[in-house]
């Protein structure tokens, strides 16, 4: 099973700056991971896949980076709405999800 | 509009079974892999199970390999997670959910909520 490593834990940003999210796989996964938002009550909602192509409906302040083990999510200009867990997960080799990172209002 | 709709969740024993379904509709349910996901309370995320577009081949987490199948009929447009030898730690938040050809899961249900408890 790979393993994968999301930091921080816990994020806290202020509205209109930038938050960097990083996830780590145990092993190379190319560039076969997608990242996930899920609100309280909500089901997850894809945000990028292969690394770095959002999702249909996705804003462009959303953006993907990263491969092999080091990945990276950053969200441009947070808004009111993107204050919400983030997952990473990979599909290389069967699926797995990091531990989230709780992204809150500073 | 895709929607998947999960349901028979419930609160059953330790060692007990329940099989939990997943209404598809909105899209051609018999082109897709599908997946289920599951969350205990105040957690993350954790990868069950998939099954490719025909059924013919299926994928399990370790956690719960060999007491969960999973299974589809496409003439149905369902989804379906049969569970036996239920455990204190498979009390989760049950989504089913819509892979994106091989590339992330794209839909997901609201998720039907499943406790093993004495």
């Known amino acids: 099973e790979i393993v994968m490593t999301q930091s921080p834990a816990t994020l806290s940003v202020s509205p209109g700056e930038s938050a960097t999210l990083s996830c780590r796989a145990g092993?190379?996964?190319?560039?076969?991971l997608a990242w996930y938002q899920q609100k309280p009550g909500q089901a997850p909602r894809l945000l990028i896949y292969?690394?770095?192509t959002r999702a249909t409906g996705i804003p462009a302040r959303f953006r993907g980076s990263g491969s092999g083990t080091e990945f990276t999510l950053t969200i441009s200009s947070l808004q009111s709405e993107d204050f919400a867990v983030y997952y990473c997960?990979?599909?290389?080799?069967?699926?797995?999800f990091g531990q989230g990172t709780k992204v809150e209002v500073k | 509009e895709v929607q998947l709709v999960e349901s028979g969740g419930a609160v059953v024993q330790p060692g007990g079974s329940l099989r939990l379904s997943c209404a598809a509709s909105?899209?051609?349910?018999?082109?897709?892999?599908m997946h289920w996901v599951r969350q205990a309370p105040g957690k993350g995320l954790e990868w069950v199970s998939l099954?490719?577009?025909?059924?013919?081949?299926?994928y399990y987490a370790d956690s719960v390999q060999g007491r969960f199948t999973i299974s589809r009929d496409n003439s149905k447009n369902s989804l379906y997670l049969q569970m036996d030898s239920l455990r204190a730690d498979d009390t989760a938040l049950y989504f089913c959910?819509?892979?994106?050809?091989?590339?992330?899961?794209?839909?997901w249900g609201q998720g039907t909520l499943v406790t093993v408890s004495s």
């Open positions: 997960q990979q599909y290389h080799n069967w699926w797995t």
């Open positions: 092993q190379s996964v190319s560039t076969d």
């Open positions: 959910a819509k892979e994106i050809a091989a590339a992330g899961l794209d839909y």
């Open positions: 909105g899209f051609s349910f018999d082109d897709y892999a």
């Open positions: 292969g690394a770095f």
């Open positions: 099954i490719s577009w025909d059924g013919g081949s299926t």
